[in-house]
């Protein structure tokens, strides 16, 4: 079975600066690869996701992620946070063909300061 | 238009006692999944529909848990007894087939005590 480790559980940076969450994840075979995020108070919703051709993904609100399929990596980055960023993001996985069945990380929890 | 709709909001409920939740999905979506985050875990699937039928209900705990999605559209979850471990966001999504984006509710809070 697939799993999805996201090693930074907690994150504050200050407005401007550069953010990167790190998501890797164990399967062996070809997977479709996703970012979540959860603002305060709202409901889960998909900020990106990759599914084949360029590893480079481009989602939502100037957020990216790279796959790196020889470092079973999916890395989500932000060249400047605002404050309206705090949330906690979650990446997940599902295996190719396999019907959308996702498996999450444990999430990890954006605090941008002003 | 519209999203994923889900009731209550929050419950509190003693071990041992039955609670249930409902989820009315986006309309048209043909796929309805059920999710379980405990706190400090990411959400995991307890259940998946098509329509009306199960495709996977693997991570459902049948001895305690049931699902069930009438006619293709709502579905209610049920637990009977509940347990102080099944404390969690219990959270709803549906998709217009099983290959397309998930919309997630904003999921029902139970207590167990």
């Known amino acids: 079975a697939q799993s999805v480790s996201q090693h930074n559980h907690h994150v504050i940076l200050s407005e401007a600066a550069s953010l990167e969450l790190g998501c890797n994840y164990s399967y062996g075979g070809t997977v479709n690869l996703f970012w979540y995020v959860q603002y305060p108070g709202q409901h889960l919703q998909l900020l990106l996701k990759?599914?084949?051709?360029?590893?480079l993904v481009k989602g939502i609100k100037g957020f990216e992620a790279e796959f790196i399929k020889s470092k079973f990596s999916f890395n989500l980055r932000k060249p400047s946070v605002q404050w309206s960023d705090t949330a906690e993001y979650f990446c997940?996985?599902?295996?190719?063909?396999?019907?959308?069945?996702?498996?999450f990380g444990t999430g990890t929890q954006l605090k941008v300061e002003l | 238009e519209a999203g994923v709709a889900q009731s209550p909001r929050y419950k509190i409920i003693e071990k041992r006692q039955s609670v249930a939740f409902w989820c009315n999905p986006i309309s048209g979506h043909a796929t309805l999944y059920w999710y379980q985050q405990i706190l400090g875990q990411g959400p995991k699937l307890l259940i998946q529909f098509q329509n009306n039928g199960v495709v996977d209900d693997s991570q459902l705990p049948k001895d305690r848990f049931s699902a069930e999605r009438l006619k293709g559209v709502d579905s209610t979850l049920k637990i009977q007894p509940a347990k102080l471990e099944d404390s969690a966001v219990y959270l709803c999504a549906s998709s217009l087939g099983n290959q397309d984006e998930l919309f997630f509710g904003s999921g029902t809070q139970l207590s167990v005590l």
């Open positions: 997940a996985v599902a295996i190719t063909g396999g019907g959308n069945k996702l498996t």
């Open positions: 990759y599914f084949s051709g360029d590893p």
